[in-house]
């Protein structure tokens, strides 16, 4: 999802259910406040329960003003903010726990402090661990135990102290030979909340990384169900008792530690010029730019721009900053040629796209600004010529081509994200959950020597067109020799355009596929190596929203409803192609928690022949570090 | 639902986080459908707000680099893949024939020595605002050095397959084309790239920030020195707009150094105007406190004290400007010019020499400075852009500053005439030019008074004139100059408007008018040879003919290197009869344009005009031999084979030829005739020769000089004598 440009709007100023403190903690901050009142939002008119929407008439069939009437009547506010107040107070004692293990576990006194007196937990044996492989990564899991069973094994004994637990918890994470940690960090996310019958439970899901200097690092990924000690008044709850979920551990030994080495300073090092602009983040550069986007969408293409085999990058940037073009050098550094290639747009561009437009050989670039797409043609020795504007794809995010008519030539398609073009309001999506009322998708025909025609209608793809896309990507799903196009679109259903010779007809739903979510990011590839393209769809994941979603006070009337609006929080999808219709392995393949994820790709980095994935991710950190 | 959304955007307007802070995250796939977490282990968990990813082999190595596009510091990340886990490789690099040349779609599929197999799709475009390298890489496994298969699937339908393949390497394939090629990097990097993330720049000091486009200042109620408060007006050529507190001393460091340098700074026309937030920020200090403060300074500029309103106004402004709804900092000032439009923002201690620089900068066209907003330049490709002025009207409104939303609204009436404007120039751009044309009347109907509406106007009309029938053309021209004349009126000095003025006088054929507006316009850009060999073609066409060389003379100086200038220089200078310069300059002509026939011609023209009959010759001659049906070099080769007095270039009998030729060839003006004329009376046939020079002056006015040279040589065709063209001759050279 995202949020930026929006026309100021009177601020809500209607009468919100106020949040109760009933746990005694101090009221949740208002972003977090906010954002459970956003995903309530999701459907209906939310803070605004009486103020009803005129909503424009949709192509979808669910009846707006019935969904907005219903809301105020079946959901608990009360409840949901107690919900999110108590989340606040049980993660500022997970807090303890991080702070524990940070100061290298020398404190007793900081778990003794979150610790109810009775607590108890069964014993976790790091002997259990079932190592799954065993090359380069090695990695294990336990096997996952039912939670709703209250009975501990009893092979496995108990612990009364919260020290003892997290030892064992952590104990994977030891290097073999004794060292001490030269790095440690430890996450918590608490995702789901249950206060309705004691003993109160919240599901963690927490992330510890050691490294060590010797080159071995290791992590621990768990989900934990936390039981808790509730007492009157203003005290803190307790933990009374930590069972596992899901419990993986990995490894990894080379002379870095880590797979991956940052070594961008030395890349663009001998050009002061990149080295200043990149430094700064978008945000330092709004600040002296009135032209800027503090959403920060602001892509890259890699391309081999002067044909001598090693790959190049095009850096798109927002208004009033120029893109960049860095040339790879014989030693593998790069020099800037933005100036000289005459590619240093300062205009406002989302992304680029490098392809020989024209089949003579060299890579042409193909550029998505606020009001059009810009096409240059290359015309030798990275000297690229403004060839035309392409009008009709405006505001554009993500760009790609293919030869959908297999004609010889690459086409273009263009994602157009939000109707709005630099004035007036920004055009409000609507409804939250199936948005139709975004910016057009085009389809751009090629002739062959670079001119290209809008075919979008004729060719079908004008169908679930204006769905705020965020980016789109060609795979022949179908294996019948022509290219099908998966859109993910922000607000709502994303679409499967099946390509029958030239003709499109959105077959996601049919699929399977139509993972009604914030669709940021779509890559395909052969995951379990059957020969038949797999889909992996980046969405936002949300705390909040599975806390809140998942309460039985949340749209109790409107179960399909409440399952759809987890749907949209719950994070990443994958899903596997070659059989009837697709199969999502999201949660048992573990590729969901990307978190606020955008460009997602398949990435085979241990060259094993099996495609990893990796999640770029992260909305917005801004001045007040106020991280939901 | 809306009224939360943009509460909750104005949340982060206020410089709340919102999933900020996000680790990266990477899934190792097991093999089964299962994939483990290893974001950390595996180095990528960048706590950036990460936007793009991009994929690449980058050095080569086998296995595959990534690049991430950040929305924080660092805004780039080069990660390169050590992977040290000893597994095989091999990657593709495609090239179509009958497909697209990129191979876009292909599937290549490798199989492996156990017979399970790996395909990839090739794709331009993937994951979000990304895109990945063309070259397919295959990771391999603990394959060793055993061969593989590969096959390719190309769009075309055709199919390649490769039965033995031996991994380690990169490859090319063609399609339709074998064998493989290897096109493994030729040499490895002689130094392998350091470690390290490009450093945070860190906290910077003073911001400061161009305001562009330029806005009006909100209305500024201020107490001057204990006067009644009353709105700041602008009468220097630049004020600064100091906000200071007297409980902060770094303000109060930064008056007593405007105070020090406060004669310099009105020398540049500057004026300093400290307003005080004492009383109005929610401190505890006063307005008395700031009297103090400056009584103390003895500040030598007016002072003054603001009140909350104006404070929460600036907020607002900051929000909308900078995406940061936050109050400004202190010390904070706004540079303002004598319209009261903002220019330039201070966000900390505004450092005099730089202030000083700025108002430089912005002296300048707002082109150059919309092109460097920030240290770092480039070029835009889109049309200036406007301070949405309706958007700030709406903001003020709904914060009840209904003084500045009405100055805003007001601003905005001569805005939309703009905005039409800005639509009308992408619509000519986009060839639309009928809806280009209502635009611009519309904005002209909204703002008479805005000088580039009626000159695009005027342009397009010329436009539309020279696609016109001559009926439409003349109305079109019509209109054209009278938008032309408008543009002259409320900007006399712009270029493009007099320049417009002389080419629709020109069409309309009233050259004698279309002199003063093209003069008037190289008096305002004097390096224009274009205009100079415009207006030098006209003062020559007006019989000026001085006046007319004179022109191209001087475009000839400020243009030496054009082609172009220099033929029409020469040209005129031929038209003159001064032969020796014009042989010069025509020389310079033909170096720039070797190949141009025209030229050439002109050259071949002065040559004999200077008497250098061989050269001379050589060229038409040569001429000749490019194009047969070139009559005008045809006659000029008879006439120097006719009367050259070198007897090695006579020949009157090719002459002859040359000149019936020609004559044949339609060719029955008075050149091609005394041509003829000549052409006979050197091969002795007096009487004809006679008849022809007597037919030929016919078409000659007497009195002219070309009349009485004619005249002269008809007297010796009479006498029997033939023409011998001698240096001292009067001119013409040629007969005209």
């Avoid at chain 2, 190792?28 to 483990?36: M, R, T, V």
């Avoid at chain 2, 399970?116 to 496994?141: I, V, W």
């Avoid at chain 2, 909350?308 to 303002?336: A, N």
Wanted: charged content about 25%.
């Amino acid at each position: 999802m995202q949020l930026n440009s929006l026309h100021p709007e009177s601020a809500c100023r209607s009468a919100l259910p106020r949040l109760s403190t009933q746990s005694g903690q101090a009221p949740p901050r208002a972003t977090l406040y906010l954002l459970a009142c956003l995903l309530i939002c999701l459907i209906g008119p939310g803070c605004s329960g009486e103020q009803k929407e005129k909503a424009p008439s949709s192509a979808n069939d669910e009846p707006a003003e019935k969904i907005t009437a219903d809301l105020s009547s079946d959901t608990n506010f009360d409840q949901l903010a107690y919900v999110e107040s108590f989340e606040r107070a049980a993660s500022g004692q997970l807090k303890k726990i991080t702070e524990w293990i940070e100061t290298g576990r020398e404190k007793p006194d900081l778990l003794d402090s979150i610790s109810s007196e009775n607590y108890r937990a069964a014993n976790i044996d790091p002997g259990q661990l079932h190592i799954q492989r065993d090359a380069g990564f090695r990695v294990g899991n336990l096997p996952k135990r039912p939670t709703s069973s209250p009975d501990l094994p009893a092979e496995t004994g108990e612990s009364d102290s919260l020290v003892n637990t997290w030892n064992q918890l952590l104990s994977p994470l030891a290097e073999p030979t004794g060292q001490s940690p030269a790095e440690q960090r430890v996450k918590f996310k608490i995702t789901r909340v249950q206060l309705e019958e004691p003993p109160a439970k919240t599901s963690a899901i927490v992330s510890v990384f050691a490294r060590y200097n010797n080159g071995f690092s290791a992590e621990v990924n768990a989900t934990l169900q936390i039981a808790w000690q509730v007492k009157a008044g203003d005290a803190k709850p307790l933990i009374q008792s930590i069972t596992i979920d899901d419990f993986e551990t990995a490894h990894y030994e080379s002379a870095e530690g880590v797979t991956f080495t940052d070594r961008t300073l030395d890349l663009i090092g001998r050009e002061p010029g990149l080295v200043n602009q990149f430094s700064h983040g978008t945000e330092y550069w709004l600040s002296r730019l009135m032209q800027g986007d503090y959403a920060g969408h602001f892509g890259l293409a890699v391309g081999d721009i002067n044909g001598d085999g090693r790959d190049d990058i095009y850096v798109c940037q927002p208004a009033g900053l120029p893109n960049r073009l860095l040339v790879q050098r014989e030693d593998g550094r790069v020099e800037d040629q933005s100036a000289t290639s005459g590619l240093d747009i300062l205009d406002q561009t989302r992304s680029a796209l490098f392809f020989d437009m024209d089949n003579d050989g060299d890579q042409d670039l193909l550029v998505a600004a606020a009001s059009f797409l810009l096409l240059y043609e290359n015309e030798g020795q990275a000297k690229l010529k403004l060839r035309s504007k392409l009008f009709e794809a405006r505001s554009a995010y993500s760009l790609s081509a293919a030869d959908y008519d297999n004609d010889g030539d690459l086409d273009i398609h263009a994602c157009g994200y939000a109707a709005f073009f630099g004035a007036g309001p920004f055009p409000f999506a609507y409804p939250f959950h199936d948005a139709n009322n975004g910016g057009r998708n085009v389809l751009y025909q090629n002739d062959g020597k670079g001119n290209f025609l809008d075919v979008t209608n004729s060719v079908g793809l004008d169908e679930n067109n204006s769905r705020f896309s965020m980016a789109s990507a060609w795979e022949d799903y179908d294996l019948d020799g022509d290219l099908d196009l998966y859109v993910a679109n922000d607000f709502g259903r994303n679409s499967l355009f099946q390509n029958d010779q030239g003709q499109f007809r959105d077959v996601a739903k049919d699929q399977e596929v139509e993972d009604q979510s914030f669709g940021m990011s779509v890559d395909w590839s052969d995951v379990n190596r059957d020969g038949t393209p797999d889909l992996y769809v980046s969405n936002m994941f949300s705390s909040a929203g599975n806390r809140v979603s998942f309460q039985s006070g949340y749209m109790s009337r409107q179960p399909e409803l409440q399952s759809r609006v987890q749907y949209m929080a719950r994070g990443n999808s994958l899903f596997l192609g070659g059989k009837e219709r697709f199969e999502d392995i999201s949660i048992p393949s573990n590729t969901w928690m990307g978190r606020w994820a955008w460009s997602s790709k398949f990435v085979d980095f241990d060259n094993d022949g099996w495609d990893d994935v990796v999640v770029a991710n992260g909305y917005l950190t801004r001045q007040v570090p106020d991280d939901l | 639902m809306r009224q939360s959304y943009s509460q909750f955007i104005d949340q982060i307007k206020q410089g709340n986080s919102f999933s900020g802070k996000e680790r990266n995250c990477a899934f190792l796939n097991l093999g089964n459908s299962k994939f483990a977490n290893v974001s950390s282990i595996s180095g990528l968990d960048f706590i950036d707000d990460a936007r793009g990813l991009a994929v690449t082999d980058w050095d080569l190595d086998g296995d595959v680099d990534l690049i991430f596009a950040n929305r924080t510091a660092p805004q780039l990340r080069f990660l390169q893949n050590d992977y040290p886990g000893g597994h095989g490789f091999v990657s593709f690099q495609l090239v179509g024939k009958s497909s697209n040349r990129d191979g876009v779609g292909a599937r290549v599929t490798v199989t492996l020595p156990d017979k399970t197999s790996m395909t990839k799709t090739l794709r331009a475009g993937s994951g979000f605002l990304s895109q990945s390298s063309k070259r397919l890489s295959f990771g391999l496994g603990a394959t060793g050095q055993d061969k593989i298969a590969v096959r390719v699937d190309w769009p075309s339908g055709q199919v390649q397959n490769f039965p033995a393949v031996e991994p380690g390497h990169h490859y090319r394939i063609t399609e339709e084309a074998d064998p493989l090629e290897i096109v493994d990097r030729q040499k490895e990097l002689a130094t392998a790239l350091a470690p390290g993330p490009i450093p945070n720049a860190g906290n910077p000091g003073t911001v400061s920030a161009v305001c562009y486009p330029r806005m009006r200042l909100p209305v500024t109620p201020v107490t001057l020195e204990n006067q009644s408060p009353k709105p700041l007006t602008f009468r220097s050529r630049y004020t600064l707009v100091n906000l200071w507190a007297s409980w902060c001393n770094p303000c109060l460091s930064e008056l007593k150094e405007f105070a020090n340098q406060y004669e310099e700074l009105k020398k540049l026309d500057l004026q300093i105007i400290a307003l005080s937030t004492d009383g109005a920020d929610g401190k505890s200090t006063t307005q008395a406190d700031a009297a103090r403060a400056a009584t103390k300074l003895a500040l030598p500029f007016p002072w003054g004290t603001v009140d909350r309103s104006w404070l929460d106004k600036l907020t607002l402004l900051r929000g909308e400007l900078f995406g940061l709804k936050q109050p400004f900092p202190m010390p904070t000032s706004i540079l303002v010019d004598e319209k009261g439009d903002m220019r330039a923002f201070y966000l900390g201690v505004v450092n005099v020499a730089e202030l000083k620089r700025d108002m430089q900068k912005l002296d300048r066209q707002d082109e150059a400075i919309r092109n460097q907003l920030t240290s770092l330049s480039g070029h835009w490709i889109s049309v200036p852009s406007t301070i949405d002025y309706l958007k700030f009207a709406s903001v003020f409104k709904t914060h009840g500053y209904s003084e500045d939303a009405a100055q805003y609204d007001r601003l905005a009436g001569g805005q939309k005439a703009r905005q039409y404007y800005n639509q009308a120039l992408q619509s000519m751009e986009a060839g639309q030019m009928q809806m280009a044309e209502s635009q611009l009347r519309e904005a002209i109907k909204l703002d008479d008074s805005f000088a580039p509406a009626h000159l695009v106007l005027g342009n397009l009309l010329m436009q539309l004139a020279s696609r016109s029938s001559a009926g439409g053309q003349k109305q079109a021209l019509d209109m054209a100059l009278r938008e032309y004349q408008k543009t002259r009126e409320l900007d006399p000095e712009n270029f493009d408007a007099l320049v417009g003025l002389g080419n629709v006088m020109i069409q309309q054929r009233q050259t004698d008018q279309a002199v003063e507006p093209l003069e008037a316009a190289l008096v305002v850009k004097p390096d224009a040879w274009q205009v100079r060999v415009l207006l030098g073609r006209l003062l020559i066409n007006n019989k000026e003919l001085g006046k007319g060389v004179d022109q191209r003379d001087q475009a000839m100086q400020s243009s030496s290197e054009n082609g172009e200038v220099a033929a029409a220089y020469g040209s005129a200078l031929m038209q003159l009869g001064r032969y020796p310069q014009a042989l010069k300059v025509l020389r310079t002509a033909v170096d720039k344009k070797p190949d141009d026939p025209r030229m050439a011609r002109l050259l071949a023209d002065s040559l004999l005009a200077n008497g250098d009959f061989k050269s001379a010759r050589m060229r038409y001659a040569s001429a000749l031999a490019n194009n047969r049906r070139d009559v005008d070099s045809m006659l000029r080769l008879a006439w120097i084979m006719a009367v050259s007095p070198d007897p090695s270039l006579q020949d009157p009998a090719a002459a002859l030829r040359y000149s019936q030729q020609a004559v044949s060839a339609g060719s029955n003006g008075t050149a091609a005739r005394q041509t003829l004329a000549a052409a006979l009376a050197a091969g002795g046939q007096f009487p004809r020769a006679m008849q022809q020079q007597a037919a030929a002056m016919q078409l000659i006015p007497r009195q002219s000089s070309q009349f009485q040279a004619a005249n002269r040589r008809l007297d010796l065709y009479r006498e029997g004598k033939s023409y011998q063209q001698s240096k001292t001759d009067p001119v013409p050279f040629f007969p005209q």
